[in-house]
């Protein structure tokens, strides 16, 4: 590898008019200058395109498709993959945004052949750039973790933020490229998990990238559909060879466990999104679905709360906003 690779970023947006420029300055900011960025626009209908098209700088290339959808979304990456130069693969979607050093803390880690990704910490910050909370907040563990530690971590939560990440596109490429099952509306942690098995990930113990979480990117149906995502641990675990089972200690029980119990956290947020949005009727479906499920009588008294809110018409943000538990500000 050269001593100042190609990196190819890819960049998929949706009517991310409020924040694409900011997300174009970033990358236009970087120390490392060695990049190019692929915009590809998946059909927006509002002024994205126009917004874009006033940066000048070659180094961006701008498609715009029709429009296919979260559920088509290893297609646009792939399309974007196809027509990157990049020795290098990061992503940074339309409405998150880069510390101006991204790019060079993270390239020196391929100087080592077996590294296929490099990540850090992300920040999650609302519509106003406010910080919400950085995640890992105990990064001392990764800084040391050996690859089974990630691999056996990774299927139980999708801890690495695809603002912060860069990978080789060798190895995206030895994998058919960016992986989405039919059942998972976003690519990155299917394409982790596959990753893992070819080398090692090198943890930056630093926020290398801004993820935005606003009302407009939420909904109800999308947060349910999320979390059934992860039944892609399950499938990928069922694949690994017994000597690497073995090493990794996990059991199908304790995935089955983990997943369950990820999909009751997120149908009570799904229930309480839909509070927020006035739904009353779908928040009504779901809390009543909690209460007749298995899930722990904790969980119970949280959706029987959502299920009183929704009869009554009462938003339960309102009380969560005294607790200091909002959704998305």
């Known amino acids: 590898m050269s001593k100042q690779p190609l990196v190819s970023i890819i960049t998929p947006t949706y009517n991310h008019e409020a924040f694409v420029s900011e997300c174009i300055e970033s990358v236009l900011a970087q120390t490392y200058p060695n990049w190019e960025q692929i915009i590809i626009d998946d059909g927006s209908t509002d002024r994205t395109g126009e917004i874009v098209s006033k940066y000048s700088d070659k180094r961006i ?3 715009r498709q029709d429009n296919v959808g979260i559920w088509k979304l290893g297609e646009t990456y792939n399309k974007a993959l196809r027509v990157s130069q990049g020795e290098l693969i990061a992503i940074l ?17 391929f100087s080592l052949e077996d590294v296929v990704l490099t990540w850090g910490r992300c920040a999650w910050v609302n519509s106003e750039g406010k910080t919400h909370r950085v995640d890992p907040t105990n990064p001392i563990w990764f800084r040391d973790a050996k690859r089974e530690d990630i691999i056996r971590r990774l299927l139980f939560e999708g ?3 695809a603002c912060t990440v860069i990978c080789r596109k060798s190895a995206l490429i030895s994998i058919g ?5 039919k059942y998972t509306p976003y690519v990155d ?53 017994q000597e690497l089972v073995d090493l990794l200690g996990v059991s199908i029980d304790e995935l089955m466990a983990a997943y369950q119990g990820r999909m009751i956290w997120a149908k009570l947020r799904a229930a309480r999104i839909a509070l927020a949005n006035n739904e009353w009727k779908e928040a009504k479906k779901i809390s009543k679905e909690l209460l007749s499920s298995t899930a722990p009588n904790s969980m119970k008294l949280r959706a029987l709360l959502c299920l009183v809110c929704a009869y009554c018409g009462v938003d339960f943000e309102l009380a969560a906003a005294m607790l200091r538990r909002p959704l998305w500000k």
Not at 177 to 181: E, I, P
Not at 190 to 213: A, I, K, M
């Open 61 to 63: 290339k701008y498609i």
């Open 189 to 241: 942690y299917p394409t982790w998990l596959e990753l893992s098995l070819l080398g090692n990930f090198s943890f930056v113990d630093e926020v290398l990238g801004y993820w935005r979480f606003h009302k407009q990117q939420v909904s109800s149906t999308k947060t349910i559909s999320m979390a059934e995502g992860h039944k892609y641990s399950i499938d990928f675990f069922k694949t690994l060879p």
């Open 93 to 109: 979607e339309g409405d998150d945004y880069w510390p101006v050093n991204k790019l060079e803390k993270q390239i020196p880690a």
């Open 177 to 181: 490229g960016f992986r989405q099952a």
């Open 159 to 161: 801890f690495i933020a």
